[in-house]
Each structure stands twice: as structure tokens, then as C-alpha cells.
């Protein structure tokens, strides 16, 4: 398949899709990385926004938006970034 052909991805029964499934599974898992590669590095280098997820023991979870000029996250170490603190806001927050 070429770069902007569209996959044959037709499941015509129960086994196919479990089929399918698996390959899934395996190409996600394959994704993983245990360090930052230089793809990874060149991709934070150009993003100008990230999300930061958090949970507490309770597992509540809250995601904060970060954004700035590219470059605004710094790779330290292959497992490692430095994410500056968000600006103060001038004003009162209500």
C-alpha cells in the first residue's frame, strides 16, 4: 500500500474482526517506546501545545492545557522533559 491509498480493511465475520483486533494490538504495542527517540525530540521541538494528565489516589483524573511558541518544552534526557510553569494571569480569576 502507498502513502495515501486506503487499506482493504473489509471484516466479513466474527474471526476477522478478532483477527483484526490482534494485529491492532500488536502495532500499538510496537509504538511503545522506552525512551525518546529523535523523532519524539524533533516532534516536542515543534509542538507548540501539550496536555498534562494527572490522577489522585481517589483515580479522579484532571488534564491542564499547556501552550507557547514552539520550542517552550525542553527534552533534558532520553526520559525527561522540562515543562515551564503556566504565566501568571493579570486580574482576578472568579
Do not use: Y
Not at 77 to 86: E, G, K, S
Amino acid at each position: 500500500m502507498k502513502n495515501g491509498e486506503a487499506a482493504d480493511c473489509r471484516v466479513d465475520d466474527e474471526s476477522g474482526c478478532a483477527i483484526s483486533s490482534a494485529r491492532r494490538w500488536i502495532l500499538a504495542v510496537r509504538k511503545s517506546l522506552t525512551a525518546l527517540d529523535r523523532h519524539c525530540r524533533d516532534f516536542i521541538a515543534r509542538s507548540p501545545f501539550l496536555c498534562i494528565g494527572t490522577s489522585g489516589k481517589s483515580g479522579r483524573a484532571d488534564v491542564s492545557p499547556r501552550g507557547d511558541p514552539p520550542g517552550f518544552v525542553q527534552v533534558l534526557d532520553d526520559h525527561t522533559l522540562i515543562i515551564p510553569t503556566a504565566r501568571a494571569t493579570t486580574g482576578s480569576i472568579p
